[in-house]
């Protein structure tokens, strides 16, 4: 089975810090990989997504994320934070056709408060 | 490109009454549409899956009677919420698979808030 852990709840980070947050996943065939983020009462943004290539991808809004195969991971990081990051912060993985385990699972979100 | 749109985006209903919340692929075909449901500072979890012209897959312990889906065109699936309790006031967030992408991608709608009186 598929599954996604986001180790950390709850963030709190100054404006200008630099960020990361951890994910986790499991997956037993090539993971398609995704970070999304939602702000408060919206619907879910699309940071960036990985399946195959550079292992370090880019996004908008200045993310960036590193897949890892040997540690399982797909941690999103950002150079210096601005106060409009804060919000919640969801990892996802998938299957990477549409024709099989085309479920997308969810992590329980990391929530990311910025300080000024 | 892959807009996803829903209708409405907040709904305030009494207890007993049924809700239809609409969700539309505006520039792309939809083959398969996915709807979930994310209640207060939780994640998102999967309902069901909609598949146009065919009958919904329900997500274990999601009762199918009481969450009606259809999928009924290219570009429109809708869910009810039949004979609603206040135990049914969540967000629900639908998304969308292009049919001419092979990669599995999902586009999210903006959400509709419901909750019930």
């Known amino acids: ?116 | 490109g892959a807009v996803v749109s829903q209708h409405p985006s907040w709904v305030i209903c009494k207890s007993g009454t049924s809700v239809k919340i609409e969700c539309r692929s505006l520039d792309f075909q939809a083959t398969t549409m996915f709807w979930y449901r994310q209640f207060p500072k939780q994640s998102l979890m999967l309902m069901a899956t909609s598949n146009e012209g065919s009958k919904a897959t329900y997500e274990q312990g999601v009762e199918k009677d009481k969450f009606l889906i259809n999928h009924a065109s290219l570009t429109l699936s809708t869910l009810t919420v039949t004979s609603a309790h206040p135990e049914d006031s969540s967000f629900y967030i639908c998304s969308a698979r292009d049919r001419g992408r092979t990669l599995n991608e999902q586009f999210f709608g903006p959400g509709t808030r419901l909750t019930v009186l």
């Open chain 1, 1 to 116: 089975a598929q599954s996604v852990t986001q180790p950390d709840i709850h963030i709190t980070v100054s404006e200008g810090a630099s960020l990361e947050l951890r994910c986790n996943y499991s997956y037993g065939a090539t993971p398609y990989l995704f970070w999304y983020v939602q702000s408060p009462g919206q619907g879910l943004q699309l940071l960036l997504k990985y399946f195959s290539g550079d292992t370090l991808v880019q996004g908008i809004k200045g993310f960036e994320a590193e897949f890892k195969r040997s540690q399982s991971s797909f941690n999103l990081r950002k150079p210096s934070v601005h106060w409009s990051d804060a919000a919640e912060y969801f990892c996802a993985v998938g299957g990477l056709n549409t024709g099989t385990a085309s479920k997308l699972t969810f992590g329980t979100g990391t929530r990311l408060q910025v300080t000024l």
